[in-house]
């Protein structure tokens, strides 16, 4: 099936950028242009792609029909999305399309909606639930909000990157799931650490031990990817203690505002934190075994 031939632009190229551009590339879209704070990691996908490496967001928007972005949190998109600053994405929003994918607050996408508007362009938050691995293979799982028309324009390219997509509601609904999904997800991975942490501390057979509660009520989708890594200590980063800090603390100010108090996932958000004041918040969230573990950080593992 032949796709419209619309130029696709890129603002923020990281792992998961870099590779859903990857995709799209593979699925005949053109890259226009990619552009990231990280000159060095744009330069190099720019000459991979064959497309331009803008030197600003309103570059990427002069050459693109469509423009995603994935950056990294809520200051980062209000740089890109600046309307008084001649180089970001505003300065050629009209007639635009722009997708974004970072975790940010909800009343964010709900005002770049507006200001998008506002200059003659359209917008759509599409969360991922999905890490590099599903980035580059085109089966990210996709929960969009914004107004439906603007949904149903985008479908083509969504389709394209992702394996589900769904569509949650207008501006600032998907990014609430998102958040709660993270949340639940950071909360996991903590707990799982603990009983890792404990199992080890009782001279027990981690592997049986991963085995056990993968087949009980311990199973959780967390295990499967992050179990062994905590296990053999392997933290290489697919989602970093940092955007974990990031994103629960956006589901509990969510929580704050409606009156809740979510202990559990407080709890989980300070594990985050401690792993960031101790140097380590660009590895991967598994690193919370390291506070649990106590061989890996000897007297200051152990829980007050």
Do not use: W
Request: aromatic letters at 4%; glycine letters at 8%; a negative charge.
């Amino acid at each position: 099936m032949a796709h419209p031939p619309e130029r696709i632009g890129f603002v923020g190229v990281g792992r998961m950028g870099a590779n859903m551009a990857r995709r799209l590339q593979e699925q005949r879209y053109h890259i226009a242009a990619v552009h990231d704070r990280d000159a060095g990691a744009a330069e190099t996908l720019a000459q991979e792609l064959g497309s331009e490496l803008a030197a600003s967001p309103s570059r990427v928007a002069e050459l693109s029909d469509i423009v995603i972005t994935v950056v990294s949190d809520d200051a980062a998109m209000r740089d890109i999305y600046a309307e008084a600053d001649s180089t970001s994405l505003m300065a050629y929003a009209k007639h635009r399309l722009f997708i974004n994918c970072a975790t940010v607050t909800p009343t964010l996408h709900i005002d770049i909606e507006r200001v998008v508007e506002r200059r003659g362009g359209t917008v759509l938050e599409a969360c991922m639930a999905s890490s590099i691995t599903q980035a580059r293979q085109g089966t990210l799982y996709l929960m969009c909000g914004g107004r439906q028309t603007v949904f149903e324009r985008a479908r083509p390219v969504l389709d394209a990157l992702a394996q589900t997509v769904r569509y949650i509601g207008p501006a600032g609904e998907a990014a609430k799931v998102k958040a709660l999904v993270n949340l639940v997800m950071n909360s996991n991975t903590v707990a799982l650490a603990e009983g890792l942490g404990l199992g080890s501390a009782l001279g027990l057979d981690l592997t049986l031990l991963r085995e056990v509660f993968s087949q009980t009520g311990a199973a959780s989708r967390v295990l499967e990817t992050d179990g062994e890594d905590m296990q053999q200590r392997a933290h290489d980063c697919y989602f970093s203690v940092v955007h974990a800090a990031k994103d629960s603390a956006i589901a509990l100010d969510l929580a704050t505002q409606v009156g809740l108090s979510l202990p559990v996932g407080q709890s989980a958000l300070s594990q985050y934190r401690r792993l960031i004041e101790l140097g380590k918040g660009d590895l991967d969230k598994s690193a919370a075994a390291e506070l649990t573990f106590l061989d890996r950080l000897g007297s200051s593992s152990k829980q007050s």
